[in-house]
């Protein structure tokens, strides 16, 4: 079991190098596959009346020879930043998991501190 003290640096070097390495390897593999939907929803008939794309597979070959393979990684941080909760559920989970009853009591005085700190603002920043 991780002393009080022992906690802090298990975070830093073990679970947030981890789920950050999980939340990039999220964004860099569903990112393409994501951008191709995006494409095929958006677009419309040409003015012969046609659609630019005949399915997922043509519009991501007529982007690959356009535009170049990094055009699937537009927004790249912005879509990091959406599969961001892997790391609150990783650090959360493992508190639970290797230190039970003391690592609920401990978020539990995270979210009692945050829920205090939000009732004393000012009504009028609320």
């Known amino acids: 079991m991780l002393g009080i003290g022992e906690r802090p640096f298990r975070l830093v070097r073990t679970l947030i190098p981890q789920a950050s390495n999980a939340d990039h390897g999220c964004a860099c593999c569903s990112l393409p596959f994501d951008f191709v939907k995006t494409r095929i929803q ?3 008939k040409g003015p012969d009346g046609k659609y630019p794309y005949n399915g997922p597979v043509d519009c991501a070959m007529q982007t690959f020879r ?7 990684y537009t927004g790249f941080p912005t879509y990091c930043i959406r599969c961001a909760y892997t790391l609150h559920f990783v650090v959360k989970s493992d508190s639970t998991r290797y230190e039970g009853e003391r690592a609920r009591k401990y978020l539990n005085l995270i979210q009692h501190t ?3 700190q939000q009732t004393m603002r000012p009504k009028h920043l609320l």
């Open 42 to 44: 958006k677009m419309e």
């Open 114 to 116: 945050i829920l205090r």
């Open 66 to 72: 356009k535009e170049g393979p990094l055009k699937f």
